[in-house]
């Protein structure tokens, strides 16, 4: 029986705005994360529509509140710029494919992983030669999630929740660590949500669960007040116990000049 190795653990959060100049090649290890917090962007909405196509805003005019369209538009024309930092794309020219799934790739440059979460004023973004994914979630205290528990959580880890001092943010922390792996399998949830690990530790996971034989590290982190986030990677290296969150800056000079420049990636 084959066998896939899992770390879990949580991360401290270095945040660094960043700079238009910066360089966006990717070695082989290398994670990065990208946040934007939405509504420093408003004011740029009726920039960023411009670079969206005819499908996307169809699909923003779709959602009945504004805030929600004017959302999509932002971090849908943001992964764009980021993407295009990465590749050499143009922006506007930025065509996704999709897997089975849904998770959005570009079948020009196979090699780069990315993958995108948005919850309530924030986005993120994670960028890596690796398969990745994240999740970041608003921790409402509104949402009774005591109900959800019993369905998407094994007893161990219903209990880990149920016992901790602050039950919310162990639920929180849980979920993300979920749904970011599946989000990095490329599974969505489906009937293994429950089965796939969470705690804290190294775990070795039968390969029939993960739909594959590769190896994975995930990393919780404390994103905003409120905000609580996983990111998890296809890879046994070991990254900086520090991740490094780069903000997007909200100015179109500051986006359009990260698309200008230009490094030596290897397709």
Known sequence: MQKSNVFISFSNIMEAPLSPNKNHSLSSNDLIIYSIYLPHFIELKSDLVKFLNSKEVERAERFHKEIDRNRFIIYRSILKFVLSAHTQLDVKSTHFDYTVNKKPYLAT????????????????????????????????????????????????????????????????TLWTRKEAFVKGLGKGIDEDFKYIPCLDGNHIIDS?????????????????????????????????????????????KDLLEMTRIRNNIAD
Do not use: C
């Open 208 to 252: 029939n669960l993960l739909k594959n034989t590769e190896n994975w590290q995930l990393y919780s982190f404390d994103l905003a007040e409120h905000y609580l986030g996983t990111v998890a990677y296809n890879s046994l290296s070991t990254i900086s116990e520090n991740l490094v969150v780069y903000t997007i800056p909200n100015t179109m």
């Open 109 to 172: 440059h196979p090699w780069l992983h990315f993958n995108i979460s948005h919850s309530e004023d924030y986005a993120v973004i994670a960028i890596s030669r690796k398969k990745v994914g994240i999740d970041i979630e608003y921790m409402s205290k509104d949402f009774d999630f005591a109900n959800v528990v019993p369905d998407v959580f094994e007893d161990k880890e219903i209990s880990i929740i149920q016992n901790a001092i602050n039950k919310k943010s162990a639920f929180y």
